[in-house]
């Protein structure tokens, strides 16, 4: 137990569903991660918080759609999605501004996405 | 941009075993370098760190020295059990174009799995 929460471990949807993916983390921690792990390729940075505003977007299709209402909560959107997006979608938090370089980032176990 | 390159798996070896797993990366300044590992069904969790030229992390047995020489930070264990069995991440961590915004870089992971 990391202190970093992923609903739901698993889903499948279809490509015209709209699911979200929500993360939870009470760490006191003010940066939150979206990472997508798809096998045999590096982890990919898809989305970074800090103090709850949106600070990277690394060229992520539209169909996925970030929320982070509160320094504690981050949601994945989905809608539309294709089957190369089924991958392990994982969520991650570390203390916040310009520490990342010193600290650790706290990961959660992931959802498994499978879309179908 | 950064970049991590550490040796593909998966790798097997008998219990007690030495290990050695490759890790080079690519980065403008000074970065910090972890090694992460994924047990299965789990997220990742950080193995050890090192944030500056010559230091070497430790935990668990394992160790990692910092080589800004040869921009690496190969991973080892002496004697390695059952449990080790995991999924191990070489990432560096850098600043990004703004304050606070920074973010770990990974590499492919290794799949590590250690027969009795």
């Known amino acids: ?116 | 941009g950064n970049s991590v390159t550490q040796m593909e798996g998966p790798v097997t070896l008998s219990e007690e075993a030495f290990l050695t797993i490759n890790c080079t990366y690519t980065a403008t300044g000074y970065p910090s370098l972890f090694w992460y590992v994924q047990y299965p069904g789990e997220g990742l969790q950080l193995l050890l760190k090192a944030t500056k030229a010559d230091d070497k992390g430790s935990n668990k047995g394992f160790e990692a020295t910092y080589r800004k020489e040869t921009t690496s930070f190969h991973l080892e264990k002496g004697s390695v059990q059952v449990s080790d069995s995991a999924v191990y991440f070489c990432a560096l961590s850098s600043r990004g174009s703004n304050f606070g915004n920074e973010k770990l870089t990974f590499g492919t992971g290794t799949r590590l799995t250690i027969i009795p």
């Open chain 1, 1 to 116: 137990e990391t202190g970093v929460t992923q609903t739901p471990r698993h889903l499948v949807m279809g490509m015209t569903n709209k699911k979200s993916l929500k993360c939870e983390q009470h760490l006191g921690h003010n940066a939150m991660y979206w990472y997508k792990q798809s096998a045999k390729k590096p982890l990919e940075l898809m989305f970074v918080y800090s103090l709850e505003e949106r600070v990277e977007n690394n060229s992520v299709p539209s169909r996925f759609s970030p929320e982070c209402p509160n320094s504690s909560h981050l949601f994945l959107h989905l809608h539309t999605l294709q089957p190369e997006d089924s991958a392990l979608y994982l969520c991650a938090s570390s203390l916040g501004p310009g520490t990342l370089l010193n600290t650790e980032a706290f990961f959660g176990q992931g959802t498994r996405l499978t879309v179908v």
